[in-house]
Structure formats: structure tokens, C-alpha cells
T-cell receptor
Framework: TAGITQAPTSQILAAGRSMTLRCTQD?????MYWYRQDLGLGLRLIHY???????GKGEVPDGYSVSRANTDDFPLTLASAVPSQTSVYFC?????????????FGNGTRLTVT | GQNIDQPTEMTATEGAIVQINCTYQ??????LFWYQQHAGEAPTFLSY??LDGLEEKGRFSSFLSRSKGYSYLLLKELQMKDSASYLC??????????WGAGTKLIIKP
């Protein structure tokens, strides 16, 4: 089934450890995004990529890094996790950043930093 | 600053009609989206409005008034499966999506 795959589904991580959240899409979408979702807050953009080889910072980029080596993959790395990074992380993609291109979301990664 | 306001929670009865409002103050406007999100799942796209007026899609309709910075999502013939959160998002002048916190809709039999 076409779509976006995220891994892992959930993870408990000790503070100070590093971790990479994986995201792969098979829709050949140019744009990809990483969001975090916290209770009572809207989705907040961490990083985005308009096309392979380019990335940009979103609203809450500190403590996170991304890469976009090819069209399909957009991993998110936490270099040294802190408890405030406990959240649900969603990867998304769209055909473009303009017009009526809706975002397609992965099923999310629930991360707990202890 | 940019802001999207939605009610936190609404309750409605199976078979009835419910209207979920969204007001926004953003730097520019390039379209408004509504998404549905069931608990523990990913958001899924429902509708898109860029011009004033009503867009109808089966049991769901979405309305936009750009001059008022206002949209609503109308759900008719409510079913238990419509229990979910409904997210409003606006694309600003930089084509960034600004998200509301979502409205949790509870459907009672």
C-alpha cells in the first residue's frame, strides 16, 4: 500500500542518548516534513525539505537534525535527547508546498525520554 | 503572531449535525485545510478551501470567509465513527502551514 512508513512505532529513550526516527515514502512526493504533536498544542513543524538535497528549519528545530539524501527518505535525529522531547512525532509528505497539495502523514512515533 | 482558534471539545448526538468553527489570524493566506485525526492515529485530509464559500463532500462540508478570517466544518448525519479530533490549518504567505490545536468531537448515541 502506497504511503508513508515511520519506524519505530514507539520508543523509550534515556536522556542524553541519541536516536534516529525513520521515515520513508513511496509516493514520489517532493516535499517532506517532521512535526511533533503535544497535548493541547497544534502540530509544530520541526524541519522540512522541499526536494531531495535541501532542508529547512521549522518552528521548533533546536535539538533535531534532518537529512534528505534521496526523494524517499527523511530521517530525523535527536543528538542528545532531553525529557522535553517526549512527544508524538509525525512525518508527512506532499506533492508540493503550494496550492491545494494536502499533507499525507505517517502513523507516528511515540517517543518518551526519561 | 499567528494564531488559529478552535473549540477544545464538542459533544453531539448520533444522527445530528455539528459545526466546528475555526478562526485565524495569519500573515497572509494561501488556503485552509481540515484534517480528521482519530485517537492514536495520523491526521487524514478532509477538505481544502482557498476561495470564499462552501465546499461539499458527502456528509462533510467546509466553509470559508477570508474577510472574517473564519472557517467551519459541518458534519451531517453524525455516525459514531466521526468521534475524532478535527484540525484546522492555514497556509500563510510563506506557504507554511499553521495548525490549530484541534477540536475533539464526542458523539453520543
Amino acid at each position: 500500500t502506497a504511503g508513508i512508513t515511520q519506524a519505530p512505532t514507539s520508543q523509550i529513550l534515556a536522556a542524553g542518548r541519541s536516536m534516529t526516527l525513520r521515515c520513508t515514502q513511496d509516493m514520489r512526493h517532493n516535499a517532506m516534513y517532521w512535526y511533533r504533536q503535544d497535548l493541547g498544542l497544534g502540530l509544530r513543524l520541526i524541519h522540512y525539505s522541499n526536494t531531495a538535497g535541501t532542508t529547512g528549519k521549522g518552528e521548533v528545530p533546536d535539538g533535531y537534525s534532518v537529512s534528505r539524501a534521496n526523494t524517499d527518505d527523511f530521517p530525523l535525529t535527536l543528538a542528545s535527547a532531553v525529557p522535553s522531547q517526549t512527544s508524538v512525532y509525525f512525518c508527512a509528505s506532499s506533492d508540493g508546498r503550494t496550492g491545494n497539495s494536502p499533507l499525507h502523514f505517517g502513523n507516528g512515533t511515540r517517543l518518551t525520554v526519561t | 503572531g499567528q494564531n488559529i482558534d478552535q473549540p477544545t471539545e464538542m459533544t453531539a448526538t448520533e444522527g445530528a449535525i455539528v459545526q466546528i468553527n475555526c478562526t485565524y489570524q495569519t500573515s497572509g493566506f494561501n488556503g485552509l485545510f481540515w484534517y480528521q485525526q482519530h485517537a492514536g492515529e495520523a491526521p487524514t485530509f478532509l477538505s481544502y478551501n482557498v476561495l470564499d464559500g462552501l465546499e461539499e463532500k458527502g456528509r462533510f462540508s467546509s466553509f470559508l470567509s477570508r474577510s472574517k478570517g473564519y472557517s467551519y466544518l459541518l458534519l451531517k448525519e453524525l455516525q459514531m465513527k466521526d468521534s475524532a479530533s478535527y484540525l484546522c490549518a492555514v497556509r500563510d504567505s510563506n506557504y507554511q502551514l499553521i495548525w490549530g490545536a484541534g477540536t475533539k468531537l464526542i458523539i453520543k448515541p
